[in-house]
């Protein structure tokens, strides 16, 4: 099994800044995509940032600009830098990473982190 641990949530004044981070574990071969969804109270869960083993990250266009994803292939983790934060990016983030296990790629979802942005 594999275990996907998130901190760095909270509260936060809109123009401020946090920085999530995702720290997986178990057993499996090596992660390979690395990212971050997010779920707001009465929407569905959508993609915010992804990040291959290569270190190439993607972005969702309402966060370009304002947040960075990278990792740490050695401590597989992952994190996803916030800044300039709105009072629209309130919403559970998940971490959510692709791990290689006896030859396949399996996806894991983390527990979630609440982010709070006040106007």
């Known amino acids: 099994q594999v275990q996907l641990v998130e901190s760095g949530g909270g509260l936060v004044q809109a123009g401020g800044s946090l920085r999530l981070s995702c720290v997986a574990s178990?057993?499996?071969?090596?992660?390979?995509?690395m990212g971050w969804y997010r779920q707001a109270p009465g929407k569905q869960r959508e993609s915010v940032a992804g990040?291959?083993?290569?270190?190439?990250?993607n972005y969702a266009d309402s966060v370009k600009d304002r947040f960075a994803i990278s990792r740490d292939n050695a401590k597989n983790t992952v994190y996803l830098q916030m800044n300039s934060l709105k009072p629209e990016d309130t919403a559970v983030y998940y971490c959510?990473?692709?791990?290689?296990?006896?030859?396949?790629?399996?996806?894991?979802w983390g527990q979630g982190t609440q982010v709070t942005v006040s106007s």
């Open positions: 990040i291959t083993r290569g270190g190439s990250p």
């Open positions: 959510t990473v692709k791990v290689w296990q006896r030859g396949s790629l399996n996806n894991y």
């Open positions: 178990g057993s499996f071969f090596s992660a390979d995509v």
